[in-house]
């Protein structure tokens, strides 16, 4: 029962993180490889708040989305030079940047031998301890996310961002200064992400610079891809696919080593037939 409550926190986890890149790449159209550093950012401002200075989680969740955010606008902003291919490789340089904080600045986040001590959740004397009434906190929290993307994507700011992903010189033609709502749906997919990173510090209890890397990034893609770009439902179901895939790998009877190693195969092979067959996903409504 525990493993099973387990894999359901981390499918509500990284059901956060689907969505707010989902927000990015399937209804802005900006091909961002950045996502796990905002996720780093979340889970490392957290877990230095808590550990040193006993605050509560959820004014160090907060605080941990207002840096995230301010830090997201700037690297949105430089990005924004940027079109196409070069967007997707100045957010992957913008990754790599992050990591290297992580794993360098060591008085701040240890680097390479990461926080530990991490406490988990409390609010009003009730500490969220056991696993089952965090999958409670996790669930909530997903529940709201994908609530605020639902309502951002039918709103008349998410029929801008359909515009502006299928072309943006014809609705700048309309006055639509494009910039500000592609900085603003970046901050907001950061934000989300920086969510994701406090819940995931504080469950694991533990975190370093590993979790945070380019693989990170590209597995967080490899799940809005799968699921369906432009579509809230796909976000999750692809959250659902590759959480639950290397868990039916050490199923079938491959060693634990043997199937860390085939679960990256098997992400290749899923994301080049998609390419292939279905570019726009499972359920999505839009081709990469």
Known sequence: MEYLIHLVILICIYGILGLSLNLIVGYAGLLSITQAAFYGIGAYVTAILLT?????????????????????????????????????LGSFGFNVIIY??????????????????IP????????????????????????LVYGVCVY?????????????????EAICVFGYHTLWYKLAIFVIGAVMASVAGALFASYITFIDPSTFTLNESIF??????????????????GAV???????????????????????????????????LYRPQGLVGEYRL
């Open 52 to 88: 040193t200075t006993g605050m509560n989680f959820f004014l160090a969740l907060i605080l941990g989305m207002i840096i995230t955010a301010v830090l997201s606008l700037a690297i949105g902003f430089v990005l924004s030079k940027f079109k196409d291919d070069y967007y997707a």
């Open 100 to 117: 290297s904080v992580f794993l360098n600045w060591q008085d701040l986040t240890r680097g390479p031998l990461g926080i530990p001590g």
């Open 120 to 143: 988990r959740p409390s609010i009003f004397g009730f500490t969220f301890s056991d696993n089952l009434s965090f999958l409670l906190l996790a669930f909530l929290l997903g529940l």
């Open 152 to 168: 951002v994507t039918r709103s008349s700011f998410g029929r801008v961002l359909k515009a502006i992903r299928e072309d943006e």
């Open 220 to 237: 967080l893609l490899a799940i809005v891809i799968l699921g369906g770009l432009a579509n809230n439902k796909g976000a999750v179901l």
């Open 241 to 275: 696919c590759l959480i639950l895939l290397p868990e039916i790998l050490r199923f079938v009877g491959f060693p634990s080593d043997v199937a860390a190693q085939m679960r990256q195969v098997v992400y290749g092979v899923i994301l080049i037939v998609l390419m």
